[in-house]
C-alpha cells in the first residue's frame, strides 16, 4: 500500500509542478511600440520579393520615441524634435502618426523587439496604372514612378536580374527601425 501512497504522490507532484503559467502572454504591438525608441536603420525596397538594402547611418537617422498616451516624438539628427501622435490601425496591421498636422498611415510589415519595419506596399494594378499616368487612389501623383527610379540608389542581392517596370507585379517601400 505504501508504493502505491509514494506513486500517486510523486504523480500528484509531477501533475502541479508542470502546470503552464496562462499569464504569460506575448507583449501587444502597442507595448512594443513603446518599450524602446526607435532608430531608422535602412530603407528596404521590395521588387517581386527580392529586397535591396540602403543603410541609413546613425548619424543621419532620426529616432522616434511613441508613448504610451498615444504622443510620438521624432528627432531629426541636428536635435530638432517634432512631436504629434500616433495609433494601431487595421487590426494593428497599421500605424497612423499625425505630425504637423499631416497624417500618413503605414502598414506594419514587422515588429519585434529587436526589430521595426513599416511603409507601403503597391499591387501590380496600381503599379501598371501609376506607369499609365494614371491617379492612384490614396497616392499621391508620380510616388510609384518615383520609387522605381530609386532603385539604383539600393543594393540587391548579387546575381539579381533587373526588371522591368512593366513586370513588376509587387512593390514594397520600407522603412526599417531599429533599438536606439
Known sequence: MKPLHFLLLFSLL???GCDKDDNDQAPSKAGQ????TWRESSSSLVVNGVEGIQTISATSADTYQFGTDGKVAVT???????????????????????LGGQTQTQQIFALTATGFSLGAAYTQAQVQAALAGQPVAGVPNGLISLIILSAGNFTFPAGTPPVNANQITSLQLRTNLVPK
Not at 33 to 36: H, K, P, W
Not at 81 to 90: D, F, K, R
Open 33 to 36: 511600440l513603446s518599450a524602446v
Open 76 to 98: 531629426k539628427p541636428g536635435g530638432i524634435v517634432t512631436t504629434g501622435t500616433w495609433a494601431l490601425a487595421g487590426n494593428d496591421t497599421q500605424l497612423t502618426v499625425t
Open 14 to 16: 509531477l501533475v502541479a
